[in-house]
């Protein structure tokens, strides 16, 4: 390639290539550079934002120079690559990350302060990326980091936002919703004009027999709306790797159409035109682990799966390799079912625009998608209404009509005396409306299914898709349990634990082989550093302290036990169990005497996390845990024995300075609902203990860290079934405690009782679909456990230790490495030196 540029022009061009700087002071440089001529500002009117802005440009363009080279060096590479569908990626801040991973953050520190600024401030003039809801999203961004840091030659394919995760604010003790407009300056992006898609939708299809008496069909008709690329470099951790994430931004298709349209004066109709198109990158549904079934929900999927798709094709046919080899070349993961409509859309371009046979594709698009199942919730699996799909993608739905054709055929062979089978694993299930279910295409469409924790793989086999193994064999199913990245959860949120743990093991490399993390465990006995570790959790709940007086207002002893709950608010996850159990507490402390108080060990029970906005009951649970905290913080009575605080508008910024402040954190879901979870593994990576259920990743974390380490408590998934049936149908009692707790809320103790009157409800009328009750006594048992427990510090600190030593399994490498062998056969491009 290089060989078709003439040797002169070559020659200028290298002489003033792009160079990264490699000193504080080439930083220093760079940075004012862009503070003074990108930003137009001096040193008389440089603000902190100003400041970080000129140290992301400059770190920037060190990525970009890397990124450029990697890209180019996998193009070289030829290999398989793989490419992440994820409708969400919740990447929080970047500038700290960029710093870290490419190793510079020191320099960048005394460059700054030389400037007058610290960088802890300019760090935290930026806005998260907030690109998603939870435990999805954040999974995404932690893959993305492992893939860079792995050398995979990997892209992420998202859609760009205009507006994120709603930001939450707490009024009276409701929450809020702000709109999320966080691009009005986001220097981590670069819009690529030149690379843009035409999508189409609605129209109708046209069948006809060409010359060869071949059957054809053509989609014709509809609206064309853009897609315009915009890229993210993703650096990796001490590799000059650094990856792609591309998101897709809508916008009107720039064609005849408008133009002819403003002459004819329609000037007003014409700009709807194109406000409707940037509608589809608009909005992220702030849904987690619910699908509403919107048209724009299905609209937004299809744009972005076929610019997606559009792109990898584009550059396969690039390589000018025969179809068969498309597996061979391309692996592709779909995050979940949002984007299943991929599998139909590469059938749709093998056979309608490539010209292959039926059977020929097929084997293709099988060969080349894997897909990842995120929940057993019902109300999580999406349908889509079949006269919705008809209006929108005409074509797309005949497809899958086939698709489910051949398949219920093969089934029928298979299984001759089973008919009963063919409703139950039909694509479409034949309700009114008729319903396409997108999981079952994402499992008939794909070579792996996965699931994300040992429980919930073993779940979906038995449970959802029972039939699928059935009829494909229990190999197509595998498990990778999750993982979490050391690079943000551990050497960014907790950077004086990270440098403890290297100074003991001569350096970081843990951070790139968390097993190495094992090797801390010959100091559990070893005083100072006990002491140090001590100190650095105590430090860390400072620093939370602060963050808690300053928005709350509330002043936290930061001796007291920290105990937290961080995480999307829903039923299933049951922070009304903890806010319950936090009643309990208080009524308890009331009912004391002077030396039974003396006993107790202080504590603070913390609560983060957003409602899906027309999520009634969760937003209940969120005013119950306000006036709970309202009535005890402020009881005299009861002082530093309990503290009650709800941290508003909790995201993957405050969840690094959530994370390595805790002494006890709750994993509390009803056994067989958490598909994995991800913030128990950073909890514990940061030397917190947990209180939890035999759920998810839980039950692999008491086998990694021992059954000592951890306070598990409750029913299990496998009783689950017959308690909720015995609710529904047998006579039960309700916990004597819980309905105590009851009666204080129904007393007006935290304000209007009829406010509540729906969480009580749901247990004591209709069924107690969760559990609370039954849970509720091992639960204020357990915790009693943990009191006894936390008043021997010494033991509490070696139980700490052996659990950070013990987690080196969920590092979200591992995972990768596991989704590589397993599913995606792909090699990493590792950087020549
Ligand atoms: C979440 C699971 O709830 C959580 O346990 C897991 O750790 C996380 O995925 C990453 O695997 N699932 C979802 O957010 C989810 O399924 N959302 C539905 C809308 C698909």
Not at 742 to 749: D, H, P, R, W
């Amino acid at each position: 390639v290089e060989a078709a540029i003439p040797e002169p022009q070559r020659e200028a061009w290298k002489k003033f290539t792009a160079q990264e700087f490699s000193t504080k002071e080439e930083f220093q440089a760079e940075a004012v550079r862009h503070i003074e001529t990108t930003l137009a500002r001096s040193l008389f009117n440089c603000d902190e934002l100003a400041a970080y802005s000129g140290t992301a440009l400059a770190f920037r363009d060190r990525l970009v120079i890397e990124w450029n080279k990697t890209q180019q060096r996998h193009t070289f590479a030829d290999q398989k690559r793989v490419y992440y569908l994820s409708l969400e990626f919740l990447m929080g801040r970047a500038l700290d990350n960029a710093m870290l991973n490419v190793g510079f953050k020191n320099a960048a520190k005394d460059g700054l302060s030389e400037l007058g600024f610290r960088i802890e401030d300019i760090i935290k003039q930026e806005r998260d990326a907030a690109l998603g809801n939870g435990g999805l999203g954040r999974l995404a961004a932690c893959f993305l980091d492992s893939l860079a840091s792995m050398d995979f030659p990997a892209w992420g394919y998202g859609l760009r936002y205009k507006y994120g995760i709603f930001k939450q604010e707490i009024v009276d003790g409701y929450q809020v919703e702000v709109p999320d407009y966080w691009l009005d300056f986001n220097p981590w992006e670069f819009p690529r004009h030149d690379i843009t898609v035409e999508i189409q939708f609605y129209g109708h299809v046209r069948k006809y027999q060409d010359e060869t008496g071949k059957n054809v069909a053509v989609w014709e008709g509809g609206e064309i709306v853009e897609a315009v690329a915009y890229d993210v470099p993703i650096p990796g951790f001490k590799t000059k790797t650094t990856n792609n994430l591309r998101l897709w931004s809508s916008k009107a298709a720039s064609g005849e159409f408008d133009f002819q349209k403003f002459n004819r004066g329609e000037y007003e109709s014409s700009v709807a035109d194109q406000q409707r198109a940037e509608t589809i990158s608009a909005v992220l549904y702030p849904n987690d682990n619910l699908e509403r079934g919107k048209e724009l929900r299905l609209k937004q999927q299809y744009f972005w799966v076929a610019a997606s798709l559009f792109d990898i094709v584009r550059r396969f046919k690039k390589t000018k390799r025969a179809w068969a080899a498309f597996p061979d070349q391309v692996a592709i993961q779909l995050n979940d079912t949002h984007p299943t409509l991929a599998v139909v859309e590469l059938q749709r371009i093998l056979i309608d625009q490539e010209g292959l046979e039926w059977d020929e594709a097929w084997q293709i698009v099988v060969k080349t998608f894997g897909y990842t199942n995120h929940t057993v919730l019902p109300e999580a699996l999406e349908k889509w209404p079949v006269p919705l799909f008809q209006n929108l993608l005409p074509r797309h739905l005949q497809i899958i009509y086939d698709i489910n054709l051949y398949f219920l055929q093969s089934v029928e062979r298979r299984f001759p005396k089973e008919r009963e089978m063919l409703s139950r694993v039909s694509i479409i299930e034949e309700s009114q409306p008729k319903m396409v279910r997108m999981a079952f295409l994402a499992i008939i469409g794909s070579h792996k299914v996965n699931g994300v924790a040992e429980l919930h793989s073993d779940l979906i086999k038995t449970t959802i898709f029972k039939d699928f193994v059935k009829i494909y064999g229990p190999d197509k199913f595998t498990n990778v349990t999750n993982g979490i990245t050391p690079r943000r959860w551990l050497h960014q949120a907790n950077p004086r634990l990270c440098e403890l743990i290297a100074s003991k093991l001569g350096g970081y490399d843990f951070l790139k082989d968390l097993t190495l993390l094992g090797e801390i465990e010959r100091y559990v006995d070893d005083k100072a550093f006990k002491k140090e570790w001590q100190e650095i959790k105590y430090a860390n709940k400072v620093r939370l302290a602060r963050v808690i007086k300053e928005t709350t207002g509330v002043s936290v002893n930061p001796a007291a036990l920290f105990d937290i709950q961080v995480k999307r608010i829903h039923e299933y996850k049951r922070q009304q169990l903890n806010i319950f159990g936090v009643i309990h507490r208080y009524l308890a402390i009331k009912s004391m005497t002077a030396e039974e108080r003396k006993k107790l060990a202080p504590r603070v029970s913390i609560f983060g996390g957003k409602a899906a906005p027309g999520y009634w009951m969760a937003k209940t649970v969120i005013h119950l845990i306000n006036n709970v905290g309202a009535v005890v913080n402020n009881d005299k009575d009861v002082g530093d024995l309990l503290k009650v605080i709800f941290l508003e508008d909790y995201n993957v910024s405050k969840a690094e300075i959530i994370c390595p402040a805790s002494d006890l954190s709750e994993h509390i879901s009803t056994a067989g609902t958490e598909a994995s979870g991800t913030s128990n593994m950073k909890f514990v990576l940061n030397g917190g203990l947990i209180i939890g259920t035999c759920d998810g990743a839980n039950i692999e974390i008491t086998r990694e860290i021992g059954e000592s380490n951890i306070f598990l408590f409750g029913n299990l998934a496998e009783d689950v079934e017959e308690l909720r049936h015995h609710h529904l149908y047998g006579k039960y009692e309700l916990d004597p405690d819980l309905l105590k707790v009851f009666e204080a809320i129904k007393s007006g103790t935290f304000g209007d009782a009829n406010a509540f009157s729906g969480l009580v409800n749901a247990i004591v009328d209709h069924g107690d679909y969760y559990l609370v009750s039954d849970d509720f006594h091992s639960y204020i048992q357990t915790h009693d456990l943990v009191d006894e427990a936390y008043k021997n510090q010494d033991e509490w600190l070696t139980k700490s230790i052996q659990s950070v030593a013990r987690m080196g399994f969920f590092t979200s490498d591992r995972c990768i490495q596991e989704y590589a062998d397993l599913i995606w056969n792909v090699e990493p491009v590792p950087p020549k030196e």
